[in-house]
DNA sequence: AACAATGTACTATAATATAGAACAATGCAC
DNA sequence: GTGCATTGTTCTATATTATAGTACATTGTT
């Protein structure tokens, strides 16, 4: 035996999920194919295979003999976060008509954010993003709006363990400047990416908080910068602020219930 | 032991799976709540949700202690199909450009299609597919499209199995009647539906072929009858059937290429 | 404050996943 | 077309592992 990264868990389930990982970068494989990238024998990946596919999370293609990615296992990914994305896409559809650019919806997942939706205009530049996509929280605007809005802890907790990556000159490069850029958001209630992760690419975005008005997902407009005159990025920041808070009341946060009342 | 509806399924994996789809329905639970769902000792349940979440495919609210999906789950759910839909989404937006209505890509499962993407247009009516979601093959043009290029003995399974439901006086409700359809499908190149699902809701379909030359998914067009005038279907028509045979051309299909050979 | 319900840890045992071997089916080379 | 190599699949014995019982910790409720 080789390894048991962590205790308590069921060696078989650990092992059919790490076939279903065997996919991410292939479309079809065999048995034999699985069982060497899974590192198991011949007969186990065998019979994890047929327990996958028994429940559709894999399927075989009868002409190849070789397996894919099931349907049941799209189906079941469109009900991650349902909830979340069933309130907030109608006020991304809204804002595509407003703005004609492209707007995404995101949640944190530790340190990166992860592209939930996407709803693009006619007249979007193809932006390097992907439903299911994953970027670092300090380079996006969705990521500072969110990182904003954490209890200190947690934020210096997240800041520790980040490794800074320059993708463009204006990317912030240390733990400092990130938490100087911070303040300013928590000052404004939104966040901007201002080529940061791209040059010539533009990010305005607000953070969305659950009803323990913690933010944990965001939602941006991304365009080319020279769209995005000073006073258009305003008014969709004001647009934004307005939508997340919709939003987050949706969801149960009574953050913005109390300030009314104050 | 209650029932062991397949032979050489393990049994851990499938009691995972099934504990996934506990949340179908519901957007978080706790270890009990499943453990009575799934009909499992609580302490097992335990064990399986440990190994889910270590693999992130279910992820503990720290603030609740319940669970929900997980985020992996969301991006294992992306990477299904995911050379079609790379290669069919840039046809779907442009088709919304130029039509304004909304757009679908389906693949068939069984009976049943699956909606894989959808974009909408500005002025789409709210219509009631869901990416996810599935509708029977027979009062659908998405559907009757995939159908109709079907190996007839495939082809004569399905309709064997299949339980018609009226869901408007335009629904096919028998065996005859969808052979009837699917002939003139079959020589025009596309399918329609005429408020068969939905009154008020017309669609216009073409099948896409995968590198054996069968039918497996379909793209279309839907909108408010009201806006659906005789030429203008026409010539959706037609636009559909050049992109589907592009489409299918960039799988592998080599149908389109022998026609033009002879 | 007492109770009930839930989440979690530990352990013995029985049940089950596993890997080996052997066979069948397929594809490839010569 | 024949033989070889590779892959998919079945079967079985064994030892590993998942399981459920019990007990404890933690939380929330009345």
Redesign the interface.
């Given at each position: 035996m080789l390894s048991k990264s962590?205790v308590?868990?069921?060696q078989?389930?650990?092992r059919?999920?790490q076939i279903?990982?065997c996919?991410?970068n292939y479309?079809e494989l065999g048995v034999t194919e699985i069982s060497k990238m899974a590192g198991l024998h011949k007969s186990t990946a065998f019979?994890?295979i047929?327990?996958?596919e028994?429940?559709k999370?894999i399927e075989k293609n009868e002409?190849t003999g070789k397996y894919r990615?099931?349907?049941e296992?799209?189906?079941?990914?469109?009900?991650?976060?349902?909830?979340l994305r069933h309130i907030t896409v109608p006020y991304l559809?809204q804002l595509?008509?407003m703005y004609q650019e492209t707007v995404n919806l995101v949640?944190i997942?530790d340190l990166s954010v992860?592209y939930?939706e996407k709803v693009?205009s006619?007249r979007s530049m193809n932006i390097s993003t992907?439903?299911?996509g994953?970027l670092p929280l300090y380079c996006t605007a969705v990521g500072k709006a969110i990182m904003a809005g954490l209890p200190s802890n947690e934020l210096n907790n997240k800041l520790e363990r980040m490794e800074f990556r320059k993708y463009t000159n204006n990317t912030a490069s240390d733990k400092n400047s990130i938490m100087k850029s911070l303040e300013l958001i928590r000052s404004k209630g939104y966040a901007e990416d201002n080529e940061e992760l791209e040059i010539g690419l533009s990010c305005i975005a607000a953070p969305i908080y659950n009803h323990?008005n913690i933010p944990f997902a965001a939602i941006s407009l991304s365009g080319p910068t020279s769209r995005m005159s000073e006073h258009l990025r305003k008014e969709i920041s004001v647009t934004l602020m307005n939508y997340t808070r919709e939003i987050s009341m949706k969801l149960g946060c009574n953050k913005f219930k109390e300030e009314s009342k104050w």
């Open positions: 962590k308590n868990v069921i078989s389930v650990s059919a999920i279903i990982r996919f991410e479309e019979g994890l047929a327990t996958l028994a429940n999370l002409h990615l099931g349907l296992l799209f189906r079941l990914g469109t009900k991650v976060n349902s909830t559809e595509v008509k949640v997942d992860i939930l693009e006619k992907m439903v299911g994953r323990f």
